[in-house]
Every structure is written in C-alpha cells, then in structure tokens.
C-alpha cells in the first residue's frame, strides 16, 4: 500500500509559479516510479509528468515542458512538481499517482492515487 497527499495548491496569477508536493507513505518510495496528472472540470484527467524511481528519468507532456519541473526526494519520500510561467489553461485539479511498474502516460498504469489539489490561475 502507498498513501499519498498533495499540498501546496492555491489561487495564483498567469504568470506566476506554485511548487507542488505529494508526501507518501507506505511501501518503499524509493522503487516507485511516479507521476502528476490533472483533471480540469469536464474534461479527463490528463498526464502533466512523471518521473523514474531513481529521479535518473523523467517525462513531459508538451503542454507543460519547459515550464514545470518533476522532481523527487527519496529520503523526505516527497515527489515535487514546480510550476513556472502558469497560464489560466493549467487550471486544474492536480493529482499525484504512484506505479509499481512501468509508469507511463496512461492513468491505468498507476495503482495509487493522491486526494489532489487545486490549482486555479487568473488571467
């Protein structure tokens, strides 16, 4: 079992930058590969990062990448997303997801989801 929490959400403006957290707890976080999606209302969640059990890998989807940035520390076993240059499309709420396997794009390839948290940006 892997328990997950985001924090650092909140209300910001476009242009701006929020860092994301997600604390977990449980099995060993160091051997799980991880990732952020996000869930904007009436649309389906969508892959934003993801990054290898090491920290060695990590992926983006194009509409973030330059932009944020994944990041992990295995011995606070706390994965990071920092957001720069935020635009009001990035307004969603943001979810952080734990793979025992091979994380991917695809939600399904992750077995443990986070609450998520709020982000909103104002034009």
């Known amino acids: 079992q892997v328990q997950l929490v985001e924090s650092g959400g909140g209300l910001v403006q476009a242009g701006g930058s929020l860092r994301l957290s997600c604390a977990a707890s449980?099995?060993?976080?160091?051997?799980?590969?991880m990732g952020w999606f996000r869930q904007a209302p009436g649309k389906e969640r969508e892959f934003v990062a993801r990054?290898?059990?090491?920290?060695?890998?990590?992926y983006y989807a194009d509409s973030v990448k330059g932009r944020f940035t994944i990041s992990r520390d295995n011995a606070k076993k706390t994965v990071y997303l920092q957001m720069n240059s935020l635009k009001p499309e990035d307004t969603a709420v943001y979810y952080c997801a734990a793979s025992l396997g091979i994380a991917t794009v695809n939600p399904g390839t992750y077995e443990y989801w986070g609450q998520g948290t709020q982000v909103t940006v104002s034009s």
């Open positions: 449980g099995r060993a976080f160091s051997n799980t590969a």
């Open positions: 990054i290898s059990w090491s920290g060695g890998s990590t």
